[in-house]
């Protein structure tokens, strides 16, 4: 059996140092399984080998086969091993028209109260809290699109609430220091074309010559002239 096989097996069986074999072995946490069978396969996958219709399809990631049969340390060790956490995942539906339908991993475990899912996926730091899902409605045939917080907030779990609201907190801040180092880098490499060191800006000196026009346009992260 492949090491990516093995992986699959290991996580139906909720064997976490068989899942830690599978990846030493060279098990790709983030295979699709049966990636390109067809929709009856996947069907057939969904019924006769997990006994899962509606929730579990074929070409689906290791982390989506998780959150249904595995445990939150096996996710934990798969998107240490380097699974995305933000891949979308495939649910199965009772619709002719759509018998499938995407959503992300942590949509899927707010969904399903799955409290201790929700925290292991908050711990990988490239999730996005913010990216939306598809989401089955009951009684109905059609999907709504719904952010994590906002269906949170439906759901009314309210530890679930108060991670996702850390969460989200922390990721503005990530995603806001990342903007600070892009935008400083950009304007390293302006400067550096016009002949000024950055550093002479931002530290006063006294031979520091007059800043030139182009320069006061800057950010405050380079332009002295400016006040934050």
Do not use: W
């Not at 030493?24 to 396969?41: E, F, L, W």
């Not at 060790?77 to 942590?106: D, H, M, R, V």
């Not at 917080?149 to 609201?165: C, Q, S, T, V």
């Amino acid at each position: 059996m492949s090491a990516n096989g093995q992986l699959q097996n290991a996580i139906i069986k909720q064997d976490l140092e068989g899942v830690k074999a599978a990846i030493a072995d060279g098990a790709d946490p983030n295979n699709q399984i049966h990636k390109g069978t067809n929709v009856k396969t996947r069907i057939l996958c969904a019924s006769t080998v997990l006994g899962l219709v509606g929730l579990f399809t074929s070409d689906n990631t290791f982390i989506g086969l998780c959150l249904q049969k595995g445990t939150p340390e096996i996710l934990e060790t798969l998107i240490e091993a380097g699974a995305n956490s933000n891949k979308k995942i495939l649910i199965a539906q009772s619709s002719s028209k759509n018998p499938f339908y995407e959503t992300t991993p942590l949509l899927y475990a707010i969904h399903n109260n799955q409290t201790d899912f929700v925290r292991s996926l908050l711990k990988d730091p490239k999730i996005d809290p913010f990216k939306k899902g598809k989401l089955l409605l009951t009684f109905s045939s059609q999907n709504t699109t719904s952010a994590p917080f906002d269906h949170a907030k439906k759901k009314g779990n309210p530890e679930i609430i108060k991670m996702l609201e850390d969460a989200i907190t922390n990721y503005v801040e990530i995603q806001k220091e990342q903007k600070i180092k892009e935008i400083k880098k950009e304007y390293e490499e302006k400067l550096s074309e016009l002949g000024i060191n950055a550093e002479d800006l931002i530290k006063p000196s006294k031979n520091k010559k007059e800043i030139p026009e182009i320069v006061k346009k800057f950010p405050t992260v380079f332009n002295p002239a400016k006040k934050h």
